[in-house]
């Protein structure tokens, strides 16, 4: 076998350089890419329907559309004087359908209530302050909370 010269020897050095940098950026590569499905696969629930947390603008949509409704509804019932006694009424009472009238009457739809799981609370007092809290969560389940706030009913 003839001897290498100086030349060639350098070349082949660069050349196994340059192929060793191709083989680490190819892996590099490579797994950044195998790390972007796994990510994208969680997006996706096993029955192919997709995750909420992921594609789910609709249900934050729906769960931020509820939240406001709760929010009307909450400011018109405290400037309502009969709706805001019935409401106090329902929650000491615990009667749903009562609270579903003064929520329909305030802002919310027949839709917004269907299947929706109402809950009535008491307590919790603020400094003897008569206060009613509307808050709402979207989907799966929907869920409707009204907090009666105060530590002496008297309604």
Known sequence: ?????????????ILSRMSLLRSILLSILVSLGLSVVPATARAQVTSGEQNPH???TPSRVDA????KKATQAQARIHANKDDRDQLMRAVKLNEVASAKQVLLRNGFTVADLEN???T???GG????EDEIEISATCCDP????IQRSLEYFTK
């Open 1 to 13: 076998m003839p001897p290498i010269d100086s030349s060639l020897r350098k070349r082949i050095v």
């Open 54 to 56: 992921f594609a789910g």
């Open 64 to 67: 931020a559309s509820l939240q």
């Open 116 to 118: 929706a799981k109402i």
């Open 120 to 122: 009535l609370r008491t």
């Open 125 to 128: 007092g603020k400094g003897g």
């Open 142 to 145: 929907k869920e409707i909370t």
